[in-house]
């Protein structure tokens, strides 16, 4: 009985959840994804965010896919960043989503906890992708790299997560019903 109950709270204490919840879509050369943290924000990005310093979140994608060769796994790369920044003189977060380089989404938000939300669920993001992509079986790893820093501060603190893999969902073809055979429609 006792192996027992040591074996299932041994599973039990591996078996975490996923720092980041992921999920894909692939639509017309348009990879959406829609990730999430399911931990806080760690202490540091906590203490920076009241303080008027650049807190990030970035969201690193890695497209891979089954491999024919050895080295060929890698597919594509892209990163989603959530930046908030306290505003002391209009007493408001400034929170900005840039998708690889361009901004997509800017905000002004009141409270701690709406920059918060911000930073740890960006929602559904897009990338475009390239068009010779594999038809082979694809999945996507994403990891979340934490770093807060000033204008003043010539070494960011920096830290991450765990890499988490989902696979990619193709979308699923509808087929239009055909007519009876011998029938044509002109």
Do not use: H
Not at 15 to 20: F, K, L, V, W
Not at 35 to 47: G, H, I, K, Q, S
Not at 98 to 111: F, L, R, Y
């Amino acid at each position: 009985m006792m192996p027992a109950l040591l074996a299932a709270l041994l599973a039990a204490a591996t078996a975490t959840a996923p720092p980041i919840v992921v999920d894909t879509v692939l639509e017309n050369g348009t990879l959406a994804v829609e990730f999430r943290l399911t931990e806080p924000l760690p202490d540091t990005l906590e203490a920076a965010l009241p303080s008027g310093a650049t807190v990030e979140v970035r969201y690193q994608v890695r497209v891979r896919s089954t491999r024919k060769l050895w080295w060929d796994r890698k597919v594509w790369t892209g990163e989603a960043v959530a930046t908030a920044i306290f505003d002391p003189v209009i007493g408001r977060y400034e929170c900005e989503l840039v998708v690889d380089g361009v901004i997509v989404k800017s905000q002004e938000v009141e409270t701690i906890d709406a920059s918060r939300s911000w930073l740890s669920d960006p929602g559904r993001v897009r990338f475009a992708l390239p068009e010779e992509l594999p038809t082979r079986s694809m999945w996507v790893r994403v990891r979340a790299v934490f770093s807060s820093s000033t204008k003043w501060l010539f070494f960011p603190d920096t830290e991450g997560t765990d890499w988490v893999e989902s696979p990619i969902e193709l979308p699923t073809l509808e087929v239009a019903p055909e007519g009876p055979p011998g029938s044509s429609e002109g």
